[in-house]
T-cell receptor, first 114, second 113 residues
């Protein structure tokens, strides 16, 4: 158990809908990262938040957005869902020690868009 | 942007043999190279990493080598065991304000008993 929690574990929804995925980082970790893992695209970095502020953006679609709250939990919002959005969504939190950052992944949310 | 190529996509070895997975990257600003192991249905787990100022790092049966000039790095697993069977991902990271983490496509390693 990495200490990173994600809810829900599974989500089934229809095209055009909107869903929210939730992530709680490890205690004390200020950074949260979101990733999408699909069969055709592999593991892709979406976005990073650090202490409530967006820090870096990866391959995140405009239909997707995220935020990090004062208690450091984060939510990833996926809207106007398409079949191709079906994937595993991971969040990770990180700790930096000795100038080196280590990321710990949560268990993931499996999204199925029908 | 960064492009990380990983080979092979599948690798089958006999228990006790060594396994080598290779990755190349394109962004010379990448300075951190983690390797993740992902078992079926589970989360990626960091198994070893290397920074750009180091050429080799070893942790028990796992080692990683980095050639900055050639922009390639490799994962070496010795004395493989069936529990090493998983998908392995390499990644290249550029830190700081231009943070970017790019993963390879993964290698499915099967260790046959």
């Amino acid at each position: 158990d990495s200490g990173v929690t994600q809810t829900p574990k599974h989500l089934i929804t229809a095209t055009g809908q909107r869903v929210t995925l939730r992530c709680s980082p490890r205690s004390g970790d200020l950074s949260v990262y979101w990733y999408q893992q699909s069969l055709d695209q592999g593991l892709q970095f979406l976005i990073q938040y650090y202490n409530g502020e967006e820090r870096a953006k990866g391959n995140i679609l405009e239909r997707f957005s995220a935020q990090q709250f004062p208690d450091l939990h984060s939510e990833l919002n996926l809207s106007s869902l398409e079949l191709g959005d079906s994937a595993l969504y991971f969040c990770a939190s990180s700790v930096t020690a000795g100038g080196q950052e280590t990321q710990y992944f949560g268990p993931g949310t499996r999204l199925l868009v029908l | 942007g960064e492009n990380v190529e990983q080979h092979p996509s599948t690798l089958s070895v006999q228990e006790g043999d060594s396994a080598v997975i290779k990755c190349t990257y394109s962004d010379s600003a990448s300075n951190y190279f983690p390797w993740y192991k992902q078992e079926l249905g589970k989360r990626p787990q960091l198994i070893i990493d290397i920074r750009s100022n180091v050429g080799e790092k070893k942790d028990q049966r796992i080692a990683v080598t980095l050639n900055k000039t050639a922009k390639h790095f490799s994962l070496h697993i010795t004395e493989t065991q069936p529990e090493d069977s998983a998908v392995y991902f390499c990644a290249a990271m550029r830190g700081g304000s231009n943070y970017k983490l790019t993963f390879g496509k993964g290698t499915l390693l099967t260790v046959n008993p």
